[in-house]
């Protein structure tokens, strides 16, 4: 008896409303087996006439195809069989019929299901004869060919197929052993080497039973390292392997052997889903350790893996060469090569709902691009409308997406806090010593284990002071004390998240002073010593809170609608649980990107400063960017690339230029001036006239009164702190992200102290200071009801917004001048990254050989995304500005730009800064015309009292009237959120965070806005712009509020403005020799840029940097294709190659984005 397990019922119809209900069947139920095959064949038969009888309003539905599943009951009611499955019945005209397991091993071929294509595959008990023969009467399109699964369960067929295709394998060698008499073989055995049939395998190497089924492969060891053997097995648990001490090989048996790979203790996985789309994932080998890692939710640690050309050929050929559309298999990375190790025929990638969606859709395309002619069912080949990255472009005509380039900072952390000291006492200069800090005079300390001797010297140093008062040691007592607090505090919080003293939230530096330190006050004089000190300044806090994650992962997530296919929001019905309704999943935003990244057509690579904030600000972006799921651990090690090699992202805050120096002293004069702000001062201070300054210097009236006023505040702060401390109520009270009542008391008065100085001046250059932490509390400690804190936050933030942007410059030429100091390798790398878009290369493309039924194979989207600091978007905002790209008299747009730049008084966490190249293939590949950049920003998130303030901007990539028509809707995303508010946040670990404003959408009808003018490259009809994200605007008609937020606690995850086109034509010539003229007249840039080339020197062989000839291995790195007219700076920085698509999260997540890009 056939049975649909959830299909509409007999009279319903099948009309578009049933259509993501899944149809599956089953042969047979259990019970009733020896009703046999004409029921079946009549059961299903009857059924689809009943639902055409009642179809009236549509014509009769063609005959149905029907997919079987033949295999072993634990693998065809698996999870991912049954998730790829329910996708499959999506296609209109497909039928699932799972094959009953009794029926496989009890009946006769003849009495099996019929279908019209057959899903095989054999695993443990499997009669794969009868599959044989079952498929030799029925003749079903085959997805796996059954003949090639008797090979694939013999690991000599295996090698032998693998070496015929010329697909790199490990050296090995195969011992047959006859079984009865096994002594006769060609084995040698010595102490530390086996020989097989005359050829030598030193240990380490690997003994692998012939017998694919049976997953008993040891390593054995050289005695040098211990000797014994890692003997491997399926997983128990949480076991893949124990090391025994026995070091002689197996006796009996066959075995394969070949020489140990020395990968970096990761094996990836690659899952082909036929030859044009393979997704990649690297887990911890189990020669490793044995030990199995598994996640909060206990499933085994998989990480995303970028496959490099070459890796996507070999997926191409086993796939072809085992005939296995679904085909799973073995990489190991080792010494710059990929040799395939073990292919496993017919395997899904397990909880990847991303990966889900791919299959079933390829599978889907597959059957019907084969079988729908003879059924003479009307389906054409879908062509994958995202497949080219084509959009529309302002002036109305379609050109190619190829890169997009952004830098972004950080997002939201905790208040960065330091403390400076002189410390003259011999362990101390040990210390810098032995770390080497005499070669440069300065020293960081970064790693616990030197974090720990620096704790260790505090202690001991108190331990001192404690037992005699009148000893040597000079180091101030409150300080040592405070030095030993900080080292001990933050590595009991994030136990769980980095293991003790992660040197990722703090860090000493360490800086050589010849005659000590100048002192700063006429009382210090007599106690002070000559000869050489250290001045220790010790950083903490600024790490990124739960908040910064949640926006990074967001932006990523909304990142994805930049490109192409990505905006089809519109298409979908809401309230269906898959994205691929209708048979093709274009329907949610972002998918395009994911496609492009899984068809290999998409040449990622993410940079991050040093810092640990930035760092996990990269990784949380990368995983809402490329739909990952799980930590951001394993995302952060595989993904994201440190640049932190020559300046590229970090700058040494504490060298700052002499240009720096004097404009943070004029600032300083300027601020301590007790009397109202005159005009000449409006003229010293804001030479530029920039509104967002005049406003706050309007706000501040006269410094010195506005800086007695946040000194007040911020003593009522402290006492109010104080206060609630001695109340027993709330002594153990927790704040947001584990902080106590008294750190946040330790923080405030700290600044107290430093803010005002003994001779009764203020330290300017702390306003930061202030402000980043009223900011943090009033943000997430509102729930404290702290007594004026709006206050404090209005006045420290217009003290901060004048200080902030002008520590920058003041005037233009400094604003440049510094910026210059900042930026130019950036600058360098993003020249590169745009001259070397339409350089043809071989990295990330498929070979033309194989790329046929790939739509334009050659192609490909390169993205690249820095993560930095606020120091390096505030330089790199100005170079734009001031650097001369365009003159604002004669550009309209570009004045408007300017304008509203000029307005955004703050650089906010998130902070944007892209660029996109397009290019028109209609146009003389010559010609100037034929690559356009459009050039967009964001000031980040949202402050907390911006709603009156903002600077309004002319939209995301306004575009000309004439695409009106064809695609009304291109940039709103308006239907995506109605459901499943809040599935976003990674269940690992608890946040407590009240969501209240990413859910609250305003936006103007039909997310358009009308521009007054058009600029000169528009038509000339009137243009309106399309908004990207929802868009944000002060008259917004509708508020829409969000239900079900199941989020207490005391913060909320402000959202982010929306991405603001500031030139949407410029030709890729202009911003070339812009960048060209920028770096020339830095005439810092030049020394930077050689101190960068020596340090690559050191780091690479200088043969890859000056061969383009050099064949391409298989992990290319970027360099060796260069042609060597071009800079090389920065040739060290691997390459990695596209991902094939990462572990991805779940549907509801993707169909209910919550972009938090509006007010």
Same mark, same amino acid.
Request: with cysteine; proline share 6%.
């Given at each position: 008896?056939?049975?649909?397990?959830?299909?509409?019922?007999?009279?319903?119809?099948?009309?578009?409303?049933?259509?993501?209900?899944?149809?599956?069947?089953?042969?047979?139920?259990?019970?009733?087996?020896?009703?046999?095959?004409?029921?079946?064949?009549?059961?299903?038969?009857?059924?689809?006439?009943?639902?055409?009888?009642?179809?009236?309003?549509?014509?009769?539905?063609?005959?149905?195809?029907?997919?079987?599943? @033949?295999?072993?009951?634990?693998?065809?009611?698996?999870?991912?069989?049954?998730?790829?499955?329910?996708?499959?019945?999506?296609?209109?005209?497909?039928?699932?019929?799972?094959?009953?397991?009794?029926?496989?091993?009890?009946?006769?071929?003849?009495?099996?299901?019929?279908?019209?294509?057959?899903?095989?595959?054999?695993?443990?008990?499997?009669?794969?004869?009868?599959?044989?023969?079952?498929?030799?009467?029925?003749?079903?399109?085959?997805?796996?060919?059954?003949?090639?699964?008797?090979?694939?369960?013999?690991?000599?067929?295996?090698?032998?197929?693998?070496?015929?295709?010329?697909?790199?394998?490990?050296?090995?060698?195969?011992?047959?052993?006859?079984?009865?008499?096994?002594?006769?073989?060609?084995?040698?055995?010595?102490?530390? +080497?086996?020989?097989?049939?005359?050829?030598?395998?030193?240990?380490?190497?690997?003994?692998?039973?012939?017998?694919?089924?049976?997953?008993?492969?040891?390593?054995?060891?050289?005695?040098?390292?211990?000797?014994?053997?890692?003997?491997?097995?399926?997983?128990?648990?949480?076991?893949?392997?124990?090391?025994?001490?026995?070091?002689?090989?197996?006796?009996?048996?066959?075995?394969?052997?070949?020489?140990?790979?020395?990968?970096?203790?990761?094996?990836?996985?690659?899952?082909?889903?036929?030859?044009?789309?393979?997704?990649?994932?690297?887990?911890? &080998?189990?020669?490793?350790?044995?030990?199995?890692?598994?996640?909060?939710?206990?499933?085994?640690?998989?990480?995303?893996?970028?496959?490099?050309?070459?890796?996507?050929?070999?997926?191409?050929?086993?796939?072809?060469?085992?005939?296995?559309?679904?085909?799973?298999?073995?990489?190991?990375?080792?010494?710059?090569?990929?040799?395939?190790?073990?292919?496993?025929?017919?395997?899904?990638?397990?909880?990847?709902?991303?990966?889900?969606?791919?299959?079933?859709?390829?599978?889907?395309?597959?059957?019907?691009?084969?079988?729908?002619?003879?059924?003479?069912?009307?389906?054409?080949?879908?062509?994958?409308?995202?497949?080219?990255?084509?959009?529309?472009?302002?002036?109305?005509?379609?050109?190619? !997406?190829?890169?997009?380039?952004?830098?972004?900072?950080?997002?939201?952390?905790?208040?960065?806090?330091?403390?400076?000291?002189?410390?003259?006492?011999?362990?101390?200069?040990?210390?810098?010593?032995?770390?080497?800090?005499?070669?440069?005079?300065?020293?960081?300390?970064?790693? /616990?284990?030197?974090?720990?001797?620096?704790?260790?010297?505090?202690?001991?140093?108190?331990?001192?002071?404690?037992?005699?008062?009148? @000893?040597?040691?000079?180091?101030?007592?409150?300080?040592?004390?405070?030095?030993?607090?900080?080292?001990?505090?933050?590595?009991?919080?994030?136990?769980?998240?980095?293991?003790?003293?992660?040197?990722?939230?703090?860090?000493?530096?360490?800086?050589? !002073?010849?005659?000590?330190?100048?002192?700063?006050?006429?009382?210090?004089?007599?106690?002070?010593?000559?000869? /050489?000190?250290?001045?220790?300044?010790?950083?903490?806090?600024?790490?990124?809170?739960?908040?910064?994650?949640?926006?990074?992962?967001?932006?990523?997530?909304?990142?994805?609608?930049?490109?192409?296919?990505?905006?089809?929001?519109?298409?979908?019905?809401?309230?269906?649980?898959?994205?691929?309704?209708?048979?093709?999943?274009?329907?949610?935003?972002?998918?395009?990107?994911?496609?492009?990244?899984?068809?290999?057509?998409?040449?990622?690579?993410?940079?991050?400063?040093?810092?640990?904030?930035?760092?996990?600000?990269?990784?949380?972006?990368?995983?809402?960017?490329?739909?990952?799921?799980?930590?951001?651990?394993?995302?952060?090690?595989?993904?994201?690339?440190?640049?932190?090699?020559?300046?590229?992202?970090?700058?040494?805050?504490?060298?700052?230029?002499?240009?720096?120096?004097?404009?943070?002293?004029?600032?300083?004069?300027?601020?301590?001036?007790?009397?109202?702000?005159?005009?000449?001062?409006?003229?010293?201070?804001?030479?530029?006239?920039?509104?967002?300054?005049?406003?706050?210097?309007?706000?501040?009236?006269?410094?010195?009164?506005?800086?007695?006023?946040?000194?007040?505040?911020?003593?009522?702060?402290?006492?109010?702190?104080?206060?609630?401390?001695?109340?027993?109520?709330?002594?153990?009270?927790?704040?947001? +992200?584990?902080?106590?009542?008294?750190?946040?008391?330790?923080?405030?008065?700290?600044?107290?102290?430093?803010?005002?100085?003994?001779?009764?001046?203020?330290?300017?250059?702390?306003?930061?200071?202030?402000?980043?932490?009223?900011?943090?509390?009033?943000?997430?400690?509102?729930?404290?009801?702290?007594?004026?804190?709006?206050?404090?936050?209005?006045?420290?933030?217009?003290?901060?917004?004048?200080?902030?942007?002008?520590?920058?410059?003041?005037?233009?030429?400094?604003?440049?001048?510094?910026?210059?100091?900042?930026?130019?390798?950036?600058?360098?790398?993003?020249?590169?990254?745009?001259?070397?878009?339409?350089?043809?290369?071989?990295?990330?493309?498929?070979?033309?050989?194989?790329?046929?039924?790939?739509?334009?194979?050659?192609?490909?989207?390169?993205?690249?995304?820095?993560?930095?600091?606020?120091?390096?978007?505030?330089?790199?905002?100005?170079?734009?500005?001031?650097?001369?790209?365009?003159?604002?008299?004669?550009?309209?747009?570009?004045?408007?730009?300017?304008?509203?730049?000029?307005?955004?008084?703050?650089?906010?966490?998130?902070?944007?800064?892209?660029?996109?190249?397009?290019?028109?293939?209609?146009?003389?590949?010559?010609?100037?015309?034929?690559?356009?950049?459009?050039?967009?920003?964001?000031?980040?998130?949202?402050?907390?009292?911006?709603?009156?303030?903002?600077?309004?901007?002319?939209?995301?990539?306004?575009?000309?009237?004439?695409?009106?028509?064809?695609?009304?809707?291109?940039?709103?995303?308006?239907?995506?959120?109605?459901?499943?508010?809040?599935?976003?946040?990674?269940?690992?670990?608890?946040?407590?965070?009240?969501?209240?404003?990413?859910?609250?959408?305003?936006?103007?009808?039909?997310?358009?806005?009308?521009?007054?003018?058009?600029?000169?490259?528009?038509?000339?009809?009137?243009?309106?712009?399309?908004?990207?994200?929802?868009?944000?605007?002060?008259?917004?008609?509708?508020?829409?509020?969000?239900?079900?937020?199941?989020?207490?606690?005391? &913060?909320?995850?402000?959202?982010?403005?929306?991405?603001?086109?500031? +030139?949407?034509?410029? &030709?890729?010539?202009?911003?070339?020799?812009?960048?060209?003229?920028?770096?020339?007249?830095?005439?810092?840039? +030049?020394?930077?840029?050689?101190?960068?080339?020596?340090?690559?020197?050191?780091?690479?062989?200088?043969?890859?940097?000056?061969?383009?000839?050099?064949?391409?291995?298989?992990?290319?790195?970027?360099?060796?294709?260069?042609?060597?007219?071009?800079?090389?700076?920065?040739?060290?920085?691997?390459?990695?190659?596209?991902?094939?698509?990462?572990?991805?999260?779940?549907?509801?997540?993707?169909?209910?984005?919550?972009?938090?890009?509006?007010?």
């Amino acid at each position: 008896m056939t049975e649909p397990c959830d299909g509409p019922g007999a009279g319903e119809g099948q009309g578009r409303d049933q259509r993501d209900v899944p149809r599956f069947m089953l042969g047979c139920e259990d019970d009733e087996q020896d009703m046999g095959q004409m029921e079946t064949g009549m059961k299903s038969e009857m059924y689809r006439e009943e639902e055409m009888e009642d179809d009236e309003d549509e014509s009769p539905p063609e005959r149905q195809i029907v997919v079987g599943i @033949c295999a072993m009951m634990k693998k065809s009611k698996s999870k991912p069989m049954t998730q790829i499955l329910e996708r499959l019945c999506k296609f209109d005209y497909i039928n699932v019929v799972i094959f009953p397991e009794e029926v496989i091993l009890e009946e006769p071929v003849e009495k099996w299901p019929l279908c019209d294509c057959l899903i095989s595959f054999h695993s443990k008990g499997f009669p794969l004869d009868k599959a044989v023969e079952y498929a030799k009467l029925r003749n079903p399109l085959l997805i796996n060919d059954l003949n090639m699964q008797y090979y694939i369960q013999d690991r000599r067929e295996v090698y032998r197929i693998l070496r015929e295709e010329g697909i790199d394998l490990p050296r090995y060698a195969v011992l047959n052993r006859d079984p009865d008499n096994p002594e006769e073989c060609n084995l040698v055995e010595g102490e530390d +080497h086996v020989e097989v049939n005359g050829e030598v395998f030193p240990k380490p190497f690997v003994e692998k039973p012939v017998c694919a089924e049976d997953h008993n492969v040891y390593i054995y060891y050289p005695t040098s390292a211990g000797g014994g053997s890692q003997r491997l097995f399926r997983k128990i648990g949480s076991r893949s392997s124990v090391y025994s001490p026995e070091s002689s090989v197996r006796k009996t048996g066959s075995y394969i052997y070949e020489e140990f790979m020395p990968t970096d203790g990761t094996d990836v996985k690659v899952y082909t889903v036929g030859p044009d789309y393979a997704h990649a994932e690297a887990r911890k &080998s189990p020669a490793l350790d044995g030990k199995v890692e598994r996640d909060s939710e206990g499933k085994e640690i998989r990480y995303p893996v970028m496959l490099t050309s070459m890796e996507k050929l070999v997926a191409r050929k086993v796939c072809l060469a085992f005939k296995q559309t679904v085909c799973g298999f073995d990489l190991l990375r080792a010494n710059g090569h990929s040799f395939v190790c073990d292919v496993n025929g017919f395997s899904f990638v397990k909880n990847s709902m991303k990966y889900y969606d791919d299959c079933a859709k390829v599978l889907g395309n597959m059957v019907m691009r084969e079988l729908a002619p003879q059924f003479h069912i009307p389906w054409s080949i879908p062509m994958e409308a995202e497949d080219i990255p084509i959009v529309p472009t302002t002036s109305g005509t379609m050109m190619e !997406l190829r890169c997009v380039i952004a830098i972004i900072r950080h997002g939201d952390r905790t208040p960065k806090q330091k403390m400076k000291m002189e410390v003259r006492h011999p362990l101390f200069f040990e210390l810098f010593d032995k770390y080497g800090g005499y070669k440069s005079g300065k020293l960081k300390l970064k790693k /616990p284990k030197q974090l720990q001797e620096v704790l260790d010297i505090a202690r001991l140093l108190l331990v001192e002071l404690g037992q005699h008062t009148d @000893c040597e040691i000079e180091e101030k007592k409150s300080k040592l004390e405070q030095l030993k607090t900080v080292l001990e505090m933050e590595s009991s919080l994030n136990d769980t998240q980095y293991g003790h003293f992660s040197g990722i939230n703090r860090k000493v530096q360490l800086t050589y !002073l010849r005659n000590g330190q100048p002192k700063a006050s006429s009382e210090e004089e007599d106690s002070k010593k000559d000869g /050489p000190s250290l001045l220790l300044v010790l950083k903490w806090g600024g790490e990124l809170t739960p908040a910064g994650r949640v926006q990074a992962e967001e932006l990523g997530r909304a990142f994805r609608c930049m490109y192409p296919g990505g905006q089809a929001g519109n298409r979908r019905s809401l309230g269906c649980e898959s994205p691929i309704d209708f048979g093709d999943y274009a329907g949610f935003p972002g998918c395009g990107l994911l496609r492009l990244h899984s068809t290999y057509r998409h040449d990622l690579k993410i940079y991050a400063s040093d810092e640990g904030r930035v760092q996990m600000t990269a990784a949380a972006f990368a995983k809402g960017l490329l739909a990952l799921e799980g930590e951001l651990t394993p995302i952060l090690v595989q993904m994201v690339k440190s640049a932190n090699m020559n300046g590229l992202l970090d700058s040494d805050s504490d060298s700052l230029t002499d240009c720096q120096q004097k404009v943070k002293a004029r600032l300083h004069e300027i601020m301590q001036k007790d009397q109202e702000l005159t005009q000449d001062d409006y003229q010293k201070l804001a030479p530029t006239g920039s509104p967002s300054l005049v406003n706050s210097m309007k706000v501040i009236e006269n410094p010195v009164k506005t800086c007695d006023k946040v000194y007040g505040l911020i003593q009522s702060l402290t006492s109010q702190i104080r206060k609630r401390l001695e109340d027993p109520k709330s002594a153990d009270l927790q704040l947001y +992200h584990s902080e106590t009542l008294e750190l946040m008391l330790q923080r405030w008065s700290k600044l107290e102290r430093d803010f005002r100085t003994k001779n009764g001046r203020y330290d300017i250059s702390k306003i930061p200071d202030i402000y980043d932490c009223i900011k943090y509390d009033s943000q997430h400690n509102a729930s404290l009801g702290l007594e004026d804190t709006l206050e404090l936050f209005r006045l420290s933030r217009a003290l901060a917004d004048i200080v902030i942007p002008q520590e920058y410059g003041i005037s233009k030429a400094e604003k440049l001048d510094i910026a210059q100091a900042y930026c130019v390798p950036l600058m360098k790398k993003i020249q590169l990254d745009l001259q070397r878009t339409h350089e043809d290369e071989a990295v990330n493309k498929l070979h033309p050989l194989y790329s046929r039924g790939v739509m334009s194979p050659g192609r490909h989207v390169r993205t690249r995304l820095y993560f930095t600091s606020e120091s390096h978007v505030h330089s790199l905002l100005s170079i734009f500005r001031y650097g001369g790209l365009l003159d604002e008299e004669k550009d309209w747009q570009w004045k408007q730009a300017m304008d509203y730049l000029s307005a955004v008084s703050e650089l906010n966490y998130m902070t944007q800064i892209v660029i996109m190249l397009y290019e028109d293939n209609d146009k003389e590949p010559s010609s100037e015309e034929r690559f356009h950049v459009e050039l967009h920003f964001s000031p980040g998130v949202k402050g907390c009292e911006d709603e009156e303030n903002v600077p309004l901007g002319y939209g995301f990539r306004p575009a000309s009237s004439e695409n009106q028509d064809k695609k009304p809707n291109q940039g709103s995303l308006e239907d995506l959120s109605q459901d499943q508010v809040d599935q976003a946040l990674p269940v690992s670990e608890p946040i407590n965070i009240q969501r209240r404003s990413p859910m609250i959408r305003n936006r103007k009808t039909g997310s358009m806005e009308v521009l007054s003018e058009t600029s000169p490259t528009q038509s000339s009809k009137g243009s309106t712009s399309h908004r990207l994200f929802p868009s944000c605007s002060r008259q917004s008609p509708e508020i829409k509020p969000a239900s079900g937020l199941g989020f207490e606690g005391c &913060s909320m995850v402000p959202s982010i403005y929306p991405l603001e086109t500031l +030139h949407n034509s410029l &030709s890729l010539k202009q911003v070339d020799e812009f960048l060209n003229n920028v770096c020339e007249s830095s005439s810092e840039a +030049h020394a930077k840029t050689m101190k960068a080339l020596s340090s690559l020197f050191d780091s690479q062989s200088q043969t890859s940097l000056y061969s383009p000839q050099q064949p391409l291995s298989s992990s290319g790195s970027e360099t060796s294709l260069r042609p060597p007219s071009q800079p090389l700076w920065h040739g060290s920085i691997p390459s990695s190659a596209v991902s094939s698509a990462g572990p991805s999260s779940p549907i509801t997540e993707s169909s209910g984005l919550n972009f938090s890009f509006s007010e």
